[in-house]
């Protein structure tokens, strides 16, 4: 609206100014079209001043469902259906009651498991009696601890047999080879002799095997003089080496006889030192040839006397007797 102030005598006006509108004063309204459960309504409002009308949307109220009712029972495999009311307007709607599932008892075994073959356990449904079978996994077999049926030696395998302890079943595993123990000493296998090698080697521990054989040098005899004959004033004697290892006999030597150098003591001991560098000849010669001269100061018989002769013959003979008893000796002994 507006304002002014009037003329008294005329009709002008001066300082208009304006009131603002004082907007309208509503009613409580009116339900114009109820609202129902699916459509919305309109409520109308009248202006208590002017007349003036407006019209509001009521919203739709939608349904009010019941608890609903089971159509279809849901089962073990198959889906049920649950069907709900309006309770304002009748309206329905079906929803889907889930299957349940099966309820599996703890089931049986049907057929067991062996160690090799996979059994069988049935499971029962509890509300249906619907069955399904399941695998129960073949065990394997227990083996136990094993036996040895061939041991293993130093260059062939062995083998070692395990059992199942369960159905008895058997099998056979490889045991290697364990090789050589070698022991740390050297053994000797043939001990040398005076004139023959001998050897030695490294030994297995394990078994009979040998590896880096020796030769062990052959000793050599160890000689020592024996005496045979002992010497007398007119008769020489006679000695021989002897191992004294293995006994074998070595060269042999004439004795002077004790008298056969008149104004010298005679010696009755001959050499007992043993030599280690044997003859390999025996010498059958002795060592001292019987002096045919006289010795300085003896008187020399005069033609025609012949009894020095004799006696020199006869010494000449006993030497030769000798030699040959002395060879007869080294002969026996050789033999045996």
């Known amino acids: 609206g507006s304002k002014s102030i009037h003329c008294s005598r005329c009709d002008a006006v001066t300082d208009v100014q304006t009131i603002p509108a004082t907007g309208h004063t509503w009613d409580q309204g009116t339900v114009f079209t109820p609202a129902t459960c699916t459509e919305n309504g309109t409520m109308r409002y009248t202006c208590t001043v002017c007349g003036e009308t407006r019209d509001e949307v009521i919203p739709a109220t939608g349904h009010t469902w019941d608890q609903g009712t089971v159509l279809t029972p849901a089962t073990c495999t198959e889906n049920g259906t649950m069907r709900y009311t309006c309770t304002v307007c009748g309206e329905t709607r079906d929803e889907v009651i889930p299957a349940t599932g099966h309820t599996w008892d703890q089931g049986t075994v049907l057929t067991p498991a062996t160690c090799t073959e996979n059994g069988t356990m049935r499971y029962t449904c509890t509300v249906c009696g619907e069955t399904r079978d399941e695998v129960i996994p073949a065990t394997g077999h227990a083996w136990d601890q094993g036996t040895v049926l061939t041991p293993a030696t130093c260059t062939e395998n062995g083998t070692m047999r395990y059992t199942c ?28 002799t005076c004139t023959q090698d001998g050897s030695k080697s490294v030994h297995c521990s394990q078994c009979d095997a040998v590896t880096d054989v020796q030769t062990i040098p052959a000793t050599g005899h160890s000689y020592e003089w024996v005496v045979d004959q002992e010497p007398t004033a007119t008769q020489a004697g006679s000695r021989h080496q002897e191992c ?6 070595g060269a042999t030597e004439t004795i002077p006889a004790t008298g056969t150098e008149p104004g010298t003591e005679p010696s009755t001991q001959p050499s007992t030192q043993p030599s280690t560098q044997p003859s390999t000849q025996p010498s059958t010669q002795p060592s001292t040839q019987p002096s045919t001269q006289p010795q300085a100061g003896s008187t020399v018989p005069s033609t025609g006397d012949h009894s020095h002769l004799t006696v020199y013959v006869g010494i000449l003979a006993v030497c030769v007797l000798a030699l040959a008893g002395v060879g007869a000796v080294a002969v026996r002994r050789r033999r045996r």
Do not use: S
Not at 166 to 173: I, N, P, S, W
Not at 180 to 191: K, L, S
Not at 244 to 249: E, H, I, P, R, S
């Open 165 to 192: 302890t369960v159905c008895g079943e058997t099998r056979d595993e490889v045991i290697p080879a364990t090789g050589h123990a070698w022991e740390d000493d050297y053994t000797v296998d043939q001990a040398p």
């Open 244 to 249: 004294t290892v293995c006994g074998a006999l």
